[in-house]
């Protein structure tokens, strides 16, 4: 019987009995991404409290006003718009090759949605696509559906705006509207896709997205409006449901508009205040818009840590 030993066995013994430890490769790299992970929590976090504890004054003067039955019913409805915004990502992923269950995709989603809150706008992005690469998914096919989401978002909040606030004061949003349409079509949207990936030297994804696969997404982002607008209710009620649902997809798209802010801060509000101006006064109209954000950043927390749990359940 042969007494050769492969070189990986040799290593292990050695590290054994010999003094000396050879840490496997795939070890390594595990703790590199849990670390690497854990600091970016860590980062997004910090700029999430950054955020709230800058104008912390404003902040309780804002929800000084508002019953705990207001703000649980706001909390809910924001829960309910970050889902639908997970399944609009998930929706495409799933139509461009890649379907995962409901529970590691939320884990990717709104766990990678967190580096919203850091100054630049490619955090999301690379953590879903590490995150999804550790569930099969490719990177190329991970940052498609992630920059899908924008003119998603932004078809279905302007024709939210211009549906609930009226044509005649909003109706220069129609200029918009014919190059969003071009933009979602899927053959449009393929032809993009695959010119990028070529001018990057990377394979081609491997399924085009489809016409029922992109309205299946702009339903899922529609009904994240209406409950973004619940939630604005819930805070405002002074201008009704409707107009509660019309301004907070206007002040959003605005955000969206603005790539280098973190989660469009500041522009939101901005665009939310003058938006409520018919129906509130400026100080009111503030201490809503900020009471907004940071209901949102919590149902961003509350999302994200559920998922992770729940993700975590299914692992062990």
């Not at 938006?275 to 818009?289: E, F, R, Y």
Request: charged share 15%; with cysteine.
């Amino acid at each position: 019987m042969s007494t050769e030993r492969a070189p990986a066995e040799e290593s292990a013994e050695e590290g054994v009995g010999g003094g000396v430890t050879v840490e496997p490769v795939p070890r390594r790299r595990s703790m590199t991404r849990r670390l690497v992970r854990y600091g970016f929590l860590a980062v997004a976090l910090g700029f999430g409290a950054w955020a709230v504890g800058r104008q912390w004054d404003d902040v309780v003067a804002g929800f000084s006003r508002l019953t705990p039955a207001a703000l649980a019913g706001s909390l809910v409805a924001v829960v309910a718009a970050l889902l639908g915004a997970m399944l609009t990502w998930r929706t495409l992923l799933a139509d461009l090759g890649s379907p995962l269950p409901a529970r590691p995709a939320a884990k990717v989603f709104f766990v990678g949605q967190l580096g919203k809150y850091i100054p630049g706008t490619i955090w999301p992005v690379l953590a879903q696509m590490e995150m999804g690469r550790e569930l099969g998914v490719p990177r190329a096919r991970s940052a498609a559906a992630f920059f899908l989401m924008m003119p998603i978002q932004l078809a279905t909040g302007l024709l939210v705006t211009l549906v609930t606030l009226g044509w005649d004061r909003y109706g220069w949003l129609l200029l918009f509207i014919p190059l969003l349409l071009v933009l979602l079509e899927p053959k449009v949207i393929n032809g993009v896709i695959g010119y990028a990936l070529r001018r990057l030297k990377r394979e081609p994804l491997e399924r085009p997205l489809t016409r029922r696969g992109m309205l299946t997404a702009l339903g899922w982002a529609l009904t994240g409006w209406i409950a973004y607008g619940v939630h604005l209710y819930f805070v405002a009620p002074q201008g009704g449901l409707v107009f509660a649902v019309g301004a907070f997809a206007l002040s959003w798209c605005l955000g969206i508009l603005t790539f280098v802010i973190p989660a469009g801060a500041g522009v939101r509000e901005l665009a939310m205040v003058t938006i409520l101006a018919p129906h509130l006064d400026q100080g009111a109209a503030i201490a809503v818009a900020l009471s907004s954000r940071i209901v949102i950043i919590v149902g961003d927390l509350i999302c994200a840590g559920l998922a992770g749990i729940a993700a975590r359940r299914d692992s062990v």
